[in-house]
């Protein structure tokens, strides 16, 4: 175990006190929440997961933002946006140029978070500790061009805190000191650690049905507490597809969110590359690159299949 820490990047880099002190201000106040546990105030933190989880991070952030795999009104993009400031993952400038940065150079010199440089690292050291990254780092901006023309996303990711601090205020006005608990502080570190578990887990446990040449991985039980986040490989092999979960045992709440705006006509151009055959992988980080068979977005009415 003492090899194992040895090893980790998180202990060879100063410490971000900024971040670090948030952090652990918001565990110390998730464990505070156990005792003032009420159902109501435990549905309001699972309401506010979704929010801030799905629409906000995966639909958002992720799947909209990062990899625009279908296309929105303003109103509704700039909407998912806010809702990902809920996650305490910083703005969109910041989250998309980390993620683009890291399938630029996944496992390799210049990714954020591999587990490469240990598990720590990957899971949560990259942000505690090390040169602090955020929106005006000069290393992120080329990463997002399409985002630092916009004047919305430039704003909000000044401001990202400023949604979250809002629900809080709400919250500790109509329900009391047990919904801020729960609704901000339990939901806030839970949703944390399942989003750092895409970085972490799934670069170090579970299968491969693609030959990536990284370590991505697929991983259901990551995809239930990430709303389809954790079909990682899969991901990894096809980046700008909206629907990360290929076979229909393949839990995705994020595409059935996708769907169903598309359904409302509030989604179109979603980009569904081919697949090639499924298979699993069967070497682990093979080097050999992942050639989709077509990139050619699947028509509307053929979502279902």
Same mark, same amino acid.
């Given at each position: 175990m003492t090899n194992i820490f040895k090893r980790d990047k998180t202990f060879t880099r100063?410490?971000?006190w900024i971040t670090s002190s948030f952090m652990v201000a918001f565990h110390i106040g998730a464990v505070a929440a156990l005792f003032m546990f009420g159902w109501k105030p435990l549905l309001v933190a699972v309401f506010l997961w979704w929010v801030a989880g799905s629409l906000g991070i995966g639909m958002g952030y *992720?799947?909209?933002?990062? *990899?625009?795999g279908?296309?929105?009104?303003?109103? &509704?993009?700039?909407?998912?946006?806010?809702?990902?400031?809920l996650a305490l993952e910083g703005g969109p400038i910041f989250w998309v140029a980390t993620h683009r940065m890291h399938h630029q150079n996944t496992d390799k010199e210049g990714d954020p978070h591999s587990p490469q440089d240990g598990g720590l690292w990957a899971h949560m050291g990259w942000i505690l500790t090390g040169k602090a990254m955020h929106n005006?780092?000069?290393?992120l901006l080329p990463y997002v061009p399409d985002l630092r023309k916009d004047k919305f996303h430039s704003w909000i990711s000044e401001w990202h805190w400023v949604p979250l601090t809002t629900v809080g &205020?709400?919250?500790? &006005?109509?329900?009391?000191?047990?919904?801020?608990m729960w609704g901000i502080f339990v939901r806030t &570190?839970?949703?944390? *650690?399942?989003?750092?578990l895409v970085n972490s887990a799934t670069h170090m446990w579970g299968s491969q049905r693609f030959l990536t040449g990284d370590t991505s991985t697929n991983s259901f039980w990551v995809a239930i507490l990430t709303f389809g986040e954790g079909w990682h490989n899969n991901h990894h092999a096809l980046p700008q597809s909206a629907r990360h979960g290929f076979a229909w045992y393949e839990v995705d709440p994020n595409w059935y969110g996708i769907r169903t705006l598309c359904a409302l006509g509030l989604a179109w151009d979603i980009s569904l590359?081919?697949?090639?055959k499924f298979g699993n992988a069967k070497e682990t980080n093979t080097a050999l690159p992942f050639h989709p068979v077509g990139n050619e977005p699947v028509a509307q009415e053929a979502l279902g299949d």
């Open positions: 100063p410490v971000n *992720h799947r909209l933002l990062t *990899h625009r279908y296309k929105t009104p303003k109103w &509704v993009e700039y909407f998912l946006t806010t809702c990902g400031t005006k780092l000069d290393s &205020v709400l919250l500790l &006005v109509v329900g009391g000191w047990p919904y801020v &570190v839970f949703g944390l *650690h399942s989003t750092w590359p081919k697949l090639p």
